[in-house]
């Protein structure tokens, strides 16, 4: 079983900065492209960003562009979300999983790491 392992999460005053980090137990995570995702309280699971397999291509939700960056070091199986200039609406458990351009929803998730944005 796949396991993916979120962290960096934290309380952070409105503006603030957080770098989340998201560790894959297993090599094949190499080949795919990932999001991360987040969900908020009474909200379902929103995509903010993604990445495909090399690194070369990322896309970002409107609600985040230009805010978040999302890249990968495939040779330590991790990928990371640096969030600038957060928001309280950014408040969410985030977590990472595989990307399916057809829209599928991953079938493997971690324990998320929360983030939490108040003053």
């Known amino acids: 079983q796949v396991q993916l392992v979120e962290s960096g999460g934290g309380l952070v005053q409105p503006g603030g900065s957080l770098r989340l980090s998201c560790v894959f137990s297993?090599?094949?995570?190499?080949?795919?492209?990932i999001g991360w995702y987040r969900q908020a309280p009474g909200k379902q699971r929103e995509l903010v960003a993604s990445?495909?397999?090399?690194?070369?291509?990322?896309n970002y939700s409107d609600s985040v562009k230009g805010r978040f960056t999302i890249s990968r070091d495939n040779a330590k199986n991790a990928v990371y979300l640096q969030m600038n200039n957060l928001k309280p609406e950014d408040t969410a458990v985030y977590y990472c999983?595989?990307?399916?351009?057809?829209?599928?929803?991953?079938?493997?998730w971690g324990q998320g790491t929360q983030v939490t944005v108040s003053s």
């Open positions: 297993t090599n094949i995570f190499r080949i795919y492209a």
């Open positions: 990445i495909s397999s090399v690194g070369i291509n990322t």
């Open positions: 999983s595989r990307y399916y351009r057809n829209g599928e929803v991953p079938s493997d």
